[in-house]
């Protein structure tokens, strides 16, 4: 199964900051399974009983909701970085354009002569 095939067996839904359901189209039963996915501030905790078993433990320990949680905001960073990039980069066009404008005239008001 590739990455996107195991992605699109998981939705995501963000209830409110630092708290996120997933439903897991990927249960051991056959039926669609619902998980919490939080955030204690430091890092991402799940109600599944693989997490509770081994995340409570383990600190580095990641189960498949929050791996799923992590891929949509990783989606929604990269979403908000290019929206970012391409607000600053037109800008950026903007300000030169304002500074080609007074560079003229800053010139024409030195040697108005240049420009009859």
């Known amino acids: 199964?590739?990455?996107?095939?195991?992605?699109?067996?998981?939705v995501v839904w963000q209830?409110?900051?630092?708290?996120?359901?997933?439903?897991?189209?990927?249960?051991?039963?056959?039926?669609?399974k619902q998980y919490c996915v939080t955030t204690n501030g430091y890092r991402l905790l799940c109600n599944c009983p693989h997490w509770l078993k081994k995340g409570v433990e383990d600190p580095?320990?990641?189960c498949k909701h929050i791996v799923a949680v992590m891929q949509v905001l990783g989606t929604q960073t990269e979403v908000v970085k290019r929206?970012?990039?391409?607000?600053?980069e037109d800008r950026?066009?903007?300000?030169?354009?304002?500074?080609?404008a007074l560079e003229v005239d800053v010139s024409y008001a030195i040697n108005p002569a240049n420009y009859s």
């Not at 199964?1 to 998981?10: H, I, K, Q, T, V």
């Not at 929206?83 to 600053?88: G, H, P, V």
Request: aromatic share 10%.
């Open 1 to 10: 199964m590739s990455g996107a095939e195991w992605f699109e067996r998981f």
């Open 15 to 32: 209830m409110e900051e630092g708290k996120w359901i997933v439903l897991s189209l990927d249960s051991t039963r056959g039926k669609p």
């Open 60 to 62: 580095n320990f990641v």
């Open 83 to 88: 929206t970012k990039t391409a607000k600053l």
């Open 92 to 100: 950026i066009k903007k300000l030169e354009e304002r500074i080609e």
